[in-house]
């Protein structure tokens, strides 16, 4: 994947915009996963993808051959995310309504786009936890990469992983057991 998406890069500084229909495609669900946990709002984080490929477009010259190609277009939607994150967290302040709910300063993720799994991950989890975890099952990299993306070690990546999945784990049997008692109780 890294030669291909240098390849289309590097097409695209050469002026074939076609290339970034090809950019898109390999690493559009990468950048979604990547951008979701820092602004943990789903429409937000589309948005944020999108800009992202229209600032490549924008500065695709910056760009230099032998680079990492993903880690260049991810350092863009960072970016883009936090730039969003701030822009956005001195409107939550004011702008907060009944839809939405906050968590730490953050949006929660659409509850109409949520599963009760993401749901439960996006409250119990830490947010790098979190990271990993939609990195990893949603946005499907390899531990590896959410390791070389995230500049942590291998193993830190593969035990916070676990250890995120133990807490979700652990927090449905917990949900599950308090349901259990309250249907007791109304028998």
């Known amino acids: ?56 477009y924008e500065k695709i010259s910056l760009y230099e051959k032998g680079s ?33 709910s906050l968590q ?4 929660s993720l659409d509850p109409n786009l949520n599963t009760p799994t993401i749901d439960l991950a996006n409250r119990v989890l830490t947010e790098e936890e979190f990271k990993i975890v939609t990195m990893y099952a949603i946005g499907e990299y390899k531990h590896r ?8 070690p291998l193993g830190t990546v593969t035990w916070k992983y676990k250890n995120a999945l133990e807490k979700i784990r652990k927090e449905k049997e917990k949900l599950r057991k308090n349901e259990e008692q309250r249907l007791a109780k109304q028998a």
């Open 68 to 100: 990492n190609p993903r880690n260049w277009i991810l350092t863009i939607a960072k970016n883009l995310a936090i730039n969003e994150f701030n822009k956005n967290k001195r409107v939550v302040a004011y702008d907060y309504d009944e839809n939405q």
């Open 145 to 152: 990469e959410i390791a070389e993306i995230l500049n942590l």
């Open 1 to 56: 994947m890294k030669e291909k998406l240098e390849k289309a890069l590097l097409e695209l500084q050469e002026g074939n915009t076609d290339a970034l229909a090809t950019i898109y495609d390999l690493t559009s669900k990468g950048v979604f996963t990547f951008v979701l946990p820092i602004l943990k709002d789903y429409a937000l984080a589309e948005d944020v993808m999108q800009q992202t490929y229209v600032s490549i």
């Open 104 to 107: 730490d300063g953050l949006y």
